[in-house]
């Protein structure tokens, strides 16, 4: 887990573990893309390895991200983020951000099979973590901005519809306009949120 000093810590505000929670150092730009809806762009050079923003809403636990997630429609431009942290105990620790009500710049951030953003979750002054994207390559400005929402989660559309689930999944999954030389053609869906026995 990745920890930035805090109010806890004797360190001045200048420390190099303080980079999160001093916000956006690049300038941003919202745009309308053709396919995708709204989407982010850099008006900056981003050099790799900088952070560049959060993906900040409302953190919620998993029966109401389950309730919210079924109650989406496909046309819906919302993406609810499921983190889940492997502890050394056997244990996971699930982040459930939901943009839709509240959120930042971050909600205008597409998905792409091949991101120039990875996400890390980083711990500030609460155990809860920010989710924060940091630039996988240098970036160019007007370059979208965007990252894998899938995870760890196997983004293949299931084949084999043999169950009312695997049909409410299949029916849940939004076309992927990525526009990458190996885009999986779907959006990720994380299957334990859209158990409609829940
Ligand atoms: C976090 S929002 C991103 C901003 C959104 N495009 C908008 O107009 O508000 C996530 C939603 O954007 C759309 N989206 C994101 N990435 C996409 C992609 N690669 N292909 C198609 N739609 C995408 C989907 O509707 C998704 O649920």
Known sequence: PVFECNIMCKCSEDCKNRVVQRGLEFKLQVFKTTKKGWGLCTLDFIPKGRFVCEYAGEVIGFTEACRRMQSQQSSDMNYIIAVREHLNNGHVMETFVDPAHRGNIGRFLNHSCQPNLFMVPVRVHSLVPKLALFAARDIVPKEELSFDYSGRFN?????????????????MRKACYCGAALCTGFLPLDKSLCDITK
Request: proline share 0%; charged share 55%; aromatic share 0%.
């Open 155 to 171: 983004n293949l559309l299931e084949e084999k519809t043999h169950e009312g689930r695997l049909d409410r999944e299949n029916e």
